[in-house]
């Protein structure tokens, strides 16, 4: 175990200090393929969530923030998300979204794809979990741009998981038509899409047999 976190703590490492563009992708992959590999021991995701908790407090350094934002993101998008790691997902979720209110555009840019890369990558029996992240995201969020993102992410799960949130429609009406009288258009123009794609799952055709 402790050899696996020696090798954690050093990509991550590798990933903080990357100064181009392709290092950090790279090492955020490296990350990623790591993290998603045969990993028994809880200890390993367990530091990979507290070190990107970390770097995302860090107030002095943009690109700490922007490259821990990477890591994640890549963890997400990757092919195969292990099961070691699936449980560790749902708590990224909540750091990628309010870093969608950072005011560097470059780290609020990679928090909004990794949050809906997240969204993407959870299993669908794990939207009632990722749901109050997202609700609480919209319904405080500081800055317009991160009420969008959590409305992406609702979209999101409409394609990836339509069976279990047409089960979560109750909830999901008054978390989006708060959104719809926001007063910022681009919040309110993109809540009522959102409305309408949650309307559409009652009245999907395939859906109807699992509504009681």
Same mark, same amino acid.
């Given at each position: 175990t402790q050899k696996s976190l020696n090798t954690l703590e050093e990509l991550l490492k590798t990933l903080s200090i990357s100064k181009a563009q392709d290092e950090a992708n790279s090492a955020a992959n490296n990350i990623a393929t790591f993290l998603n590999g045969p990993i028994e021991e809880q200890a390993i995701p367990a530091k990979a969530l507290e070190t990107f908790k970390k770097q995302l407090g860090n107030k002095k350094d943009a690109?700490?923030?922007?490259? #821990? *934002?990477?890591?994640?993101?890549? @963890? #997400?998008?990757?092919?195969? @998300?292990? !099961?070691?790691?699936? !449980?560790? *997902?749902?708590p990224l979720l909540p750091l990628a979204l309010s870093a969608v209110g950072d005011k560097m555009t470059s780290v609020k840019n990679v928090a909004q794809t990794a949050a809906t890369a997240i969204v993407k990558a959870i299993n669908p029996n794990a939207v009632k979990a990722a749901l109050p992240h997202i609700r609480t995201s919209i319904l405080t969020a500081q800055k317009w741009p991160e009420k969008m993102t959590g409305l992406d992410c609702i979209e999101s799960l409409v394609e990836t998981a339509p069976t279990q949130l047409t089960f979560l429609v109750p909830t999901l009406i008054p978390i989006v038509s708060e959104s719809m009288w926001d007063t910022k258009p681009e919040v309110k123009k993109k809540a009522y899409g959102t409305m309408e794609k949650i309307c559409k799952l009652i009245e999907n055709k395939d859906i109807e047999k699992f509504i009681p």
């Amino acid at each position: 175990t402790q050899k696996s976190l020696n090798t954690l703590e050093e990509l991550l490492k590798t990933l903080s200090i990357s100064k181009a563009q392709d290092e950090a992708n790279s090492a955020a992959n490296n990350i990623a393929t790591f993290l998603n590999g045969p990993i028994e021991e809880q200890a390993i995701p367990a530091k990979a969530l507290e070190t990107f908790k970390k770097q995302l407090g860090n107030k002095k350094d943009a690109v700490i923030r922007e490259r #821990a *934002l990477e890591g994640i993101r890549a @963890i #997400a998008q990757h092919s195969t @998300i292990s !099961p070691a790691f699936e !449980p560790y *997902l749902i708590p990224l979720l909540p750091l990628a979204l309010s870093a969608v209110g950072d005011k560097m555009t470059s780290v609020k840019n990679v928090a909004q794809t990794a949050a809906t890369a997240i969204v993407k990558a959870i299993n669908p029996n794990a939207v009632k979990a990722a749901l109050p992240h997202i609700r609480t995201s919209i319904l405080t969020a500081q800055k317009w741009p991160e009420k969008m993102t959590g409305l992406d992410c609702i979209e999101s799960l409409v394609e990836t998981a339509p069976t279990q949130l047409t089960f979560l429609v109750p909830t999901l009406i008054p978390i989006v038509s708060e959104s719809m009288w926001d007063t910022k258009p681009e919040v309110k123009k993109k809540a009522y899409g959102t409305m309408e794609k949650i309307c559409k799952l009652i009245e999907n055709k395939d859906i109807e047999k699992f509504i009681p």
